[in-house]
């Protein structure tokens, strides 16, 4: 079974600053697509950044501008920088990789961590 391992979460102030990171153990070569959502208690769980295997990124509207999201190759690791805090970016945040098998029947997955809580106090 392969992992995907968040952390980096914890307990700010609004306006400070975190790096979530996630690595996983599906084959990099395998990996198309690497992203961070969030769920709040009470909310639907939304997308917050994705990474494709060609460098797009995508954020939410709401994240433009202060959320950047990266990766370490090498690692098969990736992070997501949150900077200028708010409450409303409490949550636990999710990894979720996407991978294709680049060969007959070319299977596809999709992994989930267990998420990493973050809280933001005004």
């Known amino acids: 079974q392969e992992e995907v391992v968040e952390s980096g979460g914890g307990s700010v102030q609004a306006g400070e600053s975190l790096t979530l990171s996630c690595t996983t153990s599906?084959?990099?070569?395998?990996?198309?697509?690497m992203a961070w959502y969030r769920q709040a208690p009470g909310t639907q769980r939304e997308m917050v950044a994705n990474?494709?295997?060609?460098?797009?990124?995508n954020y939410l509207d709401a994240v433009k501008g202060r959320f950047t999201i990266s990766r370490n190759n090498a690692a098969n690791t990736v992070y997501l920088q949150m900077n200028d805090l708010t409450p409303e970016d409490t949550g636990t945040y999710y990894c979720?990789?996407?991978?294709?098998?680049?060969?007959?029947?070319?299977?596809?997955?999709?992994?989930w961590g267990q998420g990493t809580r973050v809280t933001v106090s005004s």
């Open positions: 990474l494709s295997r060609t460098d797009t990124t």
């Open positions: 979720n990789v996407q991978s294709l098998i680049p060969r007959p029947p070319f299977q596809t997955a999709s992994y």
């Open positions: 599906v084959t990099a070569l395998w990996i198309y697509e």
